[in-house]
């Protein structure tokens, strides 16, 4: 296993003309509207000209294709399995953003011999090349199925809202990450805020605290605004960015959006793509 975890750190080595942003979605816990902002940003990228992908990796509750409106009848168990090509999974959504369901994948990549290891790790290189942005969907809380994907990535969006528990659980996380992987990129983002300065008030709560005990800062990811049309578009079965386009949400959401595309500058140079970021995955699954 040991040479088998070599050989797929020299395959990563290897560089790309070009990388994907990978940016987890996550929450220290459920009903903060995770899945909603992770569909919800990542259509808010493609409209600023960025190819997007979205990965639904939340294994016990995947809904953001009840979000999207598009049904997949494969995922990423199917890759893994040899069973389909990257490509032949992939669904074409809303504004031509992509989508990839993530199924049990994660536990799936530990059991993979060397060939198919080395196979499934190049198949991502085509994604890093097609691709600004890979969107994850986590599911939320500090479990084991979660942190495989949160400590995957090089740029993690916490999500919290005012309520103390929320912000408490979102605390958790942070320091979780830190802990474990000191190097990524953490934004808190406040969902569900009154006005705007709800959002940046639980934000310097957490960051003093982060800076503290931790010994770090954090980074400011935004608001949205707590908005009605948000619950009516998960009934319509429809992103809000796209049924309520003028919204108080989207016009928040999409702030957000143009603030991570101003960060690109910065996170460049700490950008490893997807293909490092699978990599990563089977590292963690066989470490136990």
Same mark, same amino acid.
């Given at each position: 296993?040991?040479?088998?975890?070599?050989?797929?750190?020299?395959?990563?080595?290897?560089?790309?003309?070009?990388?994907?942003?990978?940016?987890?979605?996550?929450?220290?816990?459920?009903?903060?509207?995770?899945?909603?902002?992770?569909?919800?940003?990542?259509?808010?990228?493609?409209?600023?000209?960025?190819?997007?992908?979205?990965?639904?990796?939340?294994?016990?509750?995947?809904?953001?294709?009840?979000?999207?409106?598009?049904?997949?009848?494969?995922?990423?168990?199917?890759?893994?399995?040899?069973?389909?090509?990257?490509?032949?999974?992939?669904?074409?959504?809303?504004?031509?953003?992509?989508?990839?369901?993530?199924?049990?994948?994660?536990?799936?990549?530990?059991?993979? /011999?060397?060939?198919? %290891?080395?196979?499934?790790?190049?198949?991502?290189?085509? #994604?890093? +090349? $097609?691709?600004?942005? !890979?969107?994850?969907?986590?599911?939320?809380?500090?479990?084991?199925?979660?942190?495989?994907?949160?400590?995957?990535?090089?740029?993690?969006?916490?999500?919290?809202?005012?309520?103390?528990?929320?912000?408490?659980?979102?605390?958790?996380?942070?320091?979780?990450?830190?802990?474990?992987?000191?190097?990524?990129?953490?934004?808190?983002?406040?969902?569900?805020?009154?006005?705007?300065?709800?959002?940046?008030?639980?934000?310097?709560?957490?960051?003093?605290?982060?800076?503290?005990?931790?010994?770090?800062?954090?980074?400011? /990811?935004?608001?949205? %605004?707590?908005?009605?049309?948000?619950?009516?578009?998960? #009934?319509? +079965? $429809?992103?809000?960015? !796209?049924?309520?386009?003028?919204?108080?949400?989207?016009?928040?959401?999409?702030?957000?959006?143009?603030?991570?595309?101003?960060?690109?500058?910065?996170?460049?140079?700490?950008?490893?793509?997807?293909?490092?970021?699978?990599?990563?995955?089977?590292?963690?699954?066989?470490?136990?």
């Amino acid at each position: 296993m040991k040479d088998q975890a070599e050989s797929l750190r020299q395959l990563v080595r290897r560089r790309l003309p070009q990388t994907s942003r990978t940016i987890a979605i996550t929450s220290g816990k459920g009903g903060v509207g995770k899945t909603n902002i992770s569909v919800n940003l990542a259509l808010s990228l493609v409209r600023l000209n960025k190819k997007v992908a979205l990965l639904d990796a939340d294994l016990g509750l995947a809904n953001a294709d009840i979000v999207l409106g598009v049904y997949p009848n494969y995922n990423l168990t199917h890759v893994l399995q040899g069973e389909k090509e990257i490509k032949n999974i992939i669904l074409e959504g809303p504004l031509g953003l992509h989508v990839l369901a993530g199924g049990s994948g994660v536990y799936d990549l530990a059991n993979l /011999g060397q060939w198919q %290891l080395e196979r499934f790790i190049r198949s991502m290189e085509q #994604l890093d +090349q $097609e691709y600004d942005f !890979l969107i994850i969907d986590t599911g939320a809380g500090i479990h084991r199925s979660v942190l495989s994907f949160v400590l995957s990535v090089d740029e993690v969006i916490v999500v919290t809202t005012p309520e103390p528990t929320s912000i408490t659980d979102a605390y958790g996380m942070v320091k979780t990450i830190i802990q474990r992987t000191p190097e990524t990129n953490i934004r808190v983002l406040v969902n569900m805020a009154a006005i705007p300065r709800d959002g940046e008030i639980v934000f310097q709560k957490l960051n003093t605290v982060v800076k503290q005990f931790l010994n770090r800062n954090i980074l400011y /990811g935004g608001y949205i %605004l707590r908005d009605p049309n948000v619950a009516r578009s998960v #009934l319509e +079965q $429809e992103p809000f960015v !796209l049924a309520y386009p003028v919204s108080s949400a989207t016009r928040s959401i999409e702030r957000v959006a143009h603030t991570l595309i101003g960060d690109e500058v910065d996170t460049k140079s700490q950008q490893k793509g997807i293909r490092s970021f699978f990599s990563k995955m089977y590292n963690y699954t066989i470490r136990k």
